[in-house]
């Protein structure tokens, strides 16, 4: 039986947010522990031309409500990129989850066929609502979720695989 688009989509995007959310705790700790102004991991970039922290923690957040207001057919929420602290970032995915648990799985139905119309930067693409979801948003939002994690662990936060993995269900065995 193949999984429905819902299934494969908002559980997914709400488990990484949260994870995300976590991390960012851990980074907020971190900076209190070492004295350092949070604005600093707010602010830090990977590499020069590449997009910091905040971007980083924005656009996973825009790629998870984009994904689901356009495989619903449903108006994208307007969230304003002005979260210059760790906390309003974690507001941000706060309001991100909410919104995506707020989502009727039942105006996914028929989301694969949908068609999708995707602007970007440098053009504009139709797609089918599984392509979309295959080929742009879920590559898309995880892009974003490791690169933020990638820029925390570069500052030295002490994050590992289990904390962007977060509790990954199951028994235990050998612990």
């Not at 656009?59 to 619903?72: E, I, N, P, Q, W």
């Not at 948003?137 to 570069?154: E, K, M, S």
């Not at 002490?158 to 904390?163: E, R, S």
Request: hydrophobic fraction near 35%; aromatic fraction near 8%.
């Amino acid at each position: 039986m193949p999984i429905a688009i819902y299934d494969a989509s908002v559980p997914a995007f709400i488990r990484a947010l949260e994870n995300l959310d976590a991390i960012l705790v851990k980074g907020e700790e971190f900076a209190k522990e070492k004295g350092i102004d949070g604005t600093e991991l707010v602010e830090t970039r990977l590499v020069e031309d590449m997009d910091p922290l905040r971007s980083q923690i924005q656009r996973a957040s825009d790629a998870a409500k984009g994904a689901g207001a356009r495989l619903t057919g449903t108006e994208i929420p307007g969230f304003p990129d002005d979260e210059k602290t760790l906390p309003e970032l974690r507001q941000r995915i706060a309001k991100t989850v909410s919104y995506l648990k707020d989502l009727d799985p039942k105006a996914f139905e028929g989301a694969e066929g949908r068609t999708v119309t995707l602007n970007t930067r440098r053009t504009s693409y139709e797609l089918s609502g599984q392509d979309y979801f295959q080929k742009f948003a879920l590559p898309n939002f995880y892009f974003h979720v490791t690169t933020a994690y990638a820029i925390l662990r570069h500052k030295g936060v002490q994050i590992g695989k289990m904390d962007y993995l977060g509790d990954v269900g199951g028994s235990k065995k050998g612990a």
